[in-house]
């Protein structure tokens, strides 16, 4: 992504969301060219000269110091996820996207996934890959596992397969909020890879490309989302995302339900159908074992 035009057309989103009258400025009546601030205003707004509001929005001013980019900030009246973002794209303008590096899944860590039985988790990576994950998290999502190595990626999945539009209960809404998260990862991380994710989804899916144009950023932290599963039922979930300080660019994606609610014993019904599959491996894989142990024992051919 080109930094300078993504500061460019996110100062011009912020911009165009606010009304004069809303800021205490008078839009003199007529009917005005562009929605919203004019960069003048924004600029009378911020405290700053028009002149150099427009150097800044264009990338033709590399210094911006915090000082401006708060006062700008404010007048925008951005959320603290927003100006964070701000302050991202101005520091990283004229930096090209890193090629990082993907780290492997340490045995321990994919341990700790594994034996966390009792609700969903997985791991992400900084592209958003799902990297490892539980039997929990493979039942109420999908069986990773099923699908090829590419297509084991989030937003992907969201905007690429069908099948996500009847397992996510608010399929618009968990869209809205991967759009959002990429684009803050992507100012904050400029990676060659996330974009190339980017660029093929603007490409494939129309209502990725309209969400993309919206500028809208936020924080992947903790959240409530909402899944449909064929057998369990509905199943509202908390989810907490953990950073590792250990693994740079690994999540941990954990979902809770609440106590007592319709949620809770949907789990429950949902742990209980992971439950039974393991039952049934598990008695697979013993009567595989005995049929090769009784093949072992009997002759290889008739005796002489």
């Known amino acids: 992504?080109?930094?300078?035009?993504?500061?460019?057309?996110?100062?011009?989103?912020?911009?165009?969301?606010?009304?004069?009258e809303a800021v205490g400025l008078s839009s003199y009546g007529g009917r005005r060219r562009v929605p919203g601030l004019r960069r003048e205003e924004l600029a009378q707004l911020a405290g700053v000269s028009f002149d150099y509001y427009v150097r800044l929005e264009q990338g033709r001013s590399l210094n911006a110091s915090d000082s401006v980019l708060d006062a700008i900030s404010a007048a925008l009246r951005l959320s603290p996820t927003e100006r964070a973002h701000l302050f991202d794209l101005a520091r990283r303008r004229g930096d090209g996207p890193q090629k990082h590096e993907t780290p492997g899944v340490r045995p321990g860590l994919r341990r700790l996934i594994e034996a966390i039985s009792g609700t969903p988790a997985f791991l992400l990576n900084r592209?958003?890959?799902?990297?490892?994950?539980?039997?929990?998290?493979a039942a109420l999502i999908v069986d990773w596992s099923t699908l090829p190595r590419p297509d084991r990626n989030l937003p992907r999945f969201l905007f690429l397969d069908e099948r996500a539009r009847s397992i996510y209960a608010d399929w618009p809404g968990a869209a809205g909020d991967s759009v959002a998260t990429l684009r803050m990862a992507a100012g904050r991380n400029p990676d060659a890879?996330?974009?190339?994710?980017?660029?093929?989804?603007?490409?494939?899916?129309?209502e990725f490309g309209r969400l993309w144009a919206r500028h809208d950023v936020k924080e992947r932290s903790h959240g409530v989302k909402r899944f449909r599963h064929a057998i369990a039922g509905e199943?509202?979930?908390?989810?907490?995302?953990?950073?590792?300080?250990?693994?740079?660019?690994?999540?941990?994606?954990?979902?809770?339900?609440?106590?007592?609610?319709?949620?809770a014993a949907a789990m429950q019904r949902l742990i209980g159908l992971v439950d039974s599959r393991r039952r049934h491996r598990s008695q697979a894989d013993s009567a595989a074992l005995e049929d090769h142990a009784v093949g072992l024992k009997e002759p290889a051919g008739s005796p002489p």
């Open 1 to 20: 992504m080109d930094s300078n035009a993504e500061l460019r057309e996110f100062l011009r989103t912020r911009r165009a969301r606010l009304q004069p």
């Open 235 to 263: 199943i509202t979930v908390s989810y907490e995302a953990l950073h590792l300080p250990a693994d740079p660019g690994m999540t941990l994606m954990i979902y809770t339900v609440e106590a007592g609610s319709p949620s």
């Open 193 to 206: 890879a996330l974009n190339a994710l980017i660029g093929e989804l603007s490409v494939k899916s129309r």
């Open 127 to 137: 592209r958003f890959d799902v990297v490892a994950w539980n039997d929990l998290a």
